[in-house]
């Protein structure tokens, strides 16, 4: 069983910065995708940066040159830098891990951690 514990989050005025991190427990395969999602209120849940074991990152557009995803594989952890906060960045964040054994895909989630961008 995979564990994903999130921190790092808060309340932070309109352009500050915060920085999430997201260090899971238990045996992850060595092909796998760390990333990052949100949820606002009344939305569906939504991607916003993911990173994979070989290196290759994906952006939501919104967020391009504002966010910084990046990992460490020795400790199975994955951040996500966020600069330039917007009020329209409020959301539980979630931290997620999919990777593949032989054919069978696995698929975890934390539990999040409440972003809030206001003066």
């Known amino acids: 069983q995979v564990q994903l514990v999130e921190s790092g989050g808060g309340l932070v005025q309109p352009g500050g910065s915060l920085r999430l991190s997201c260090a899971a427990s238990?045996?992850?395969?060595?092909?796998?995708?760390m990333g990052w999602y949100r949820q606002a209120p009344g939305n569906e849940r939504e991607l916003v940066a993911t990173?994979?074991?070989?290196?290759?990152?994906n952006y939501a557009d919104s967020v391009k040159g504002r966010f910084t995803i990046s990992r460490d594989n020795a400790k199975n952890a994955v951040y996500l830098q966020m600069n330039s906060l917007k009020p329209e960045d409020t959301a539980v964040y979630y931290c997620?891990?999919?990777?593949?054994?032989?054919?069978?895909?696995?698929?975890?989630w934390g539990q999040g951690t409440q972003v809030t961008v206001s003066s």
């Open positions: 997620n891990v999919k990777f593949w054994v032989v054919v069978t895909r696995y698929d975890y």
């Open positions: 238990g045996r992850i395969g060595s092909i796998n995708v």
């Open positions: 990173i994979a074991s070989g290196g290759s990152i």
